[in-house]
């Protein structure tokens, strides 16, 4: 009997069944396994394993559950651009990523050159008035640009705020303040809920993935900027 992979799948979530069915990517067994599908994001489980996924099906992260009944049904993580921030500040960084991010959207002249936009950012901030002017930064440079940008900040979040740009397809700048080991701003491209603990699903400028963190008190600062 041939290798395939047994999905209970949502309507409408067929592409995404063939790409998993096509490429077996949970192994070479037999596998009973359940896609849970939630406004366009997906999150698959089987045995006492579970699997984010990416927006084109490929496993983004793997977790251990204990009992996958207990796995949440709720994630969204839109396709933010990963790229390493190197010696660059984690701000400028984080703005270029998110510009990118709408220029990869349909925003063609946002981001010419990621590296001279960051840069350009860079220049801005600190001519500007630093971390506390970042909204008139990215008006500004948006601006340059052929396009209106309205940045809005927010301090202390809440996480039923987050979630609910994230489902309103709305990427931010997110902020941390500690668990970095100093302040850090990251581009927060998703959320998830996992056996009933709240994450932000993050591109932070040093992995090479997107990442999960646990939302508290240290999502300090969010700022929306785009379209």
């Not at 209970?8 to 069915?21: D, R, V």
């Not at 990416?54 to 009992?67: H, K, P, R, V």
């Not at 400028?92 to 050159?113: E, K, R």
């Not at 860079?122 to 440079?141: D, E, K, M």
Request: proline share 3%; hydrophobic share 35%; with cysteine.
């Amino acid at each position: 009997m041939q290798n395939q992979m047994i999905l209970t799948i949502a309507e409408g979530a067929s592409p995404y069944a063939k790409h998993l069915l096509g490429t077996n990517q949970l192994g070479s067994a037999d596998v009973n396994a359940s896609l849970h599908y939630y406004k366009g994001a997906f999150l698959i489980a089987y045995g006492d394993k579970c699997y984010s996924l990416n927006n084109d099906g490929s496993i983004l992260q793997e977790y251990e559950a204990t009992n996958t009944t207990t796995l949440a049904n709720e994630m969204i993580t839109h396709p933010v651009p990963v790229i390493n921030q190197g010696s660059a500040n984690c701000v400028d960084h984080a703005v270029a990523t998110l510009l990118l991010y709408w220029h990869q959207s349909g925003y063609s002249n946002l981001v010419p050159s990621f590296t001279n936009t960051r840069e350009q950012i860079r220049v801005l901030r600190i001519n500007n008035g630093g971390n506390n002017a970042l909204a008139g930064v990215i008006r500004t440079y948006a601006s340059t640009q052929g396009y209106n940008i309205y940045p809005a900040g927010s301090w202390n979040p809440s996480w039923t705020y987050y979630r609910g740009r994230i489902i309103a397809g709305k990427v931010s700048l997110l902020g941390f303040a500690s668990v970095y080991g100093a302040p850090h701003m990251t581009v927060g491209a998703g959320y998830a809920t996992i056996s009933g603990i709240n994450y932000s699903v993050v591109c932070d400028g040093h992995s090479s993935m997107r990442v999960y963190k646990v939302w508290s008190s240290d999502n300090d600062f969010m700022l929306l900027a785009g379209f």
